[in-house]
């Protein structure tokens, strides 16, 4: 009967793993489940300064019954989806036999917000509302010696994620947000728009809709139709720039030599009012690009 042996030892053996494997993940720290009851008394993410440094510029788990943190291998055996936006990736399907889903924590669903590598000068990425190529990129950035990486996670919708992030339930007047337009600024046509929109809003879509232009000469009749291929939609985020989401690396690299406030307004999403200027002075270079 050595089949049966074998067998019974490789199952023993499996167990005696999967055991390790949960082990190793509580003495990271995991803690259980919290209670499912959001608390929504205040902003998600806070850009108070002092905050920020008391942190370490990490998110305060605290303020969010439905956020929690994981430390798993860079390889967690997760794969990331997002919708037709790009941007809020979240966790689309688990390995069965993976970190992730061995740990008992994550989820399908769940909302990726921040990265850490676990090392002595690993600093976090805020990944609210990123591209999935700024995403994709932060875990193809990791140094070639960490090995292991603390990730936040929201529990439940990218909506519910947007909501969290004003501190305020769906459907009340915090949903709403101004977004201020500067058209030619410093002519004699100068023109200021104020458009109301909620929380979440793509800048481009919102432009666009209200009949005002966000392309340069020609690009006004070639551009990609909002689908971040031209790179011709740039807008100045004057003021508000912390209340939209991070630059993805395509988007800093098409942006380079201009300031950090140039944003493409395909991929651009305002969380709390902002004043944008349309057809800022760029570079002929930048149509090369």
């Known amino acids: 009967m050595i089949f049966p042996t074998a067998?019974?030892?490789?199952?023993?053996?499996?167990?005696?793993?999967?055991?390790?494997?949960?082990?190793?993940?509580?003495?990271?720290?995991?803690?259980?489940?919290?209670?499912?009851?959001?608390?929504?008394?205040?902003?998600?993410?806070?850009?108070?300064?002092?905050?920020?440094?008391?942190?370490?510029?990490?998110?305060?788990?605290?303020?969010?019954?439905?956020?929690?943190?994981?430390?798993?291998?860079?390889?967690?055996?997760?794969e990331w989806g997002t919708d037709l936006s790009f941007s809020f990736v979240y966790v689309r399907e688990l390995d069965p036999v993976g970190p992730a889903?061995?740990?008992?924590?994550?989820?399908?669903?769940?909302?990726?917000?921040?990265?850490?590598?676990?090392?002595?000068?690993?600093?976090?990425?805020?990944?609210?509302?990123?591209?999935?190529?700024?995403?994709?990129?932060?875990?193809?950035?990791?140094?070639?010696?960490t090995t292991d990486i603390d990730l936040v996670f929201f529990k439940g919708t990218k909506d519910e994620l947007k909501e969290a992030c004003t501190g305020e339930e769906s459907g009340t007047n915090s949903d709403i947000i101004t977004i201020t337009v500067?058209?030619?600024?410093?002519?004699?046509?100068?023109?200021v728009v104020e458009l109301q929109a909620k929380a979440g809003v793509n800048i481009r879509e919102l432009l666009i809709d209200n009949g005002i232009n966000v392309y340069q000469s020609v690009t006004r009749y070639t551009n990609c139709k909002g689908k971040q291929l031209c790179g011709t939609c740039i807008v100045n985020v004057a003021n508000g720039l912390e209340n939209t989401n991070w630059k993805s690396?395509?988007?800093?690299?098409?942006?380079?030599?201009?300031?950090?406030?140039?944003?493409?307004?395909?991929?651009?999403?305002?969380?709390?009012?902002?004043?944008?200027?349309?057809?800022?002075?760029?570079?002929?270079?930048?149509?090369?690009?």
């Open 182 to 191: 500067i058209q030619n600024k410093g002519a004699e046509d100068e023109k």
């Open 249 to 289: 690396m395509d988007e800093a690299s098409t942006l380079r030599d201009n300031p950090d406030s140039y944003r493409l307004s395909c991929i651009s999403f305002a969380y709390g009012d902002v004043t944008v200027e349309t057809l800022p002075p760029v570079e002929k270079y930048q149509w090369t690009r």
């Open 7 to 78: 067998f019974l030892c490789l199952a023993l053996f499996s167990v005696v793993e999967g055991f390790q494997i949960l082990s190793r993940h509580q003495a990271t720290g995991l803690a259980a489940p919290r209670d499912p009851t959001p608390s929504r008394s205040t902003r998600l993410f806070s850009t108070d300064a002092e905050e920020s440094e008391k942190n370490d510029g990490r998110i305060d788990l605290s303020l969010d019954d439905r956020l929690y943190r994981i430390r798993l291998p860079r390889a967690p055996g997760i």
């Open 101 to 145: 889903s061995m740990s008992g924590r994550v989820s399908k669903g769940d909302q990726l917000c921040e990265l850490i590598p676990v090392e002595p000068e690993g600093k976090p990425v805020n990944l609210l509302g990123a591209s999935f190529d700024s995403v994709m990129g932060s875990f193809a950035g990791l140094g070639k010696t």
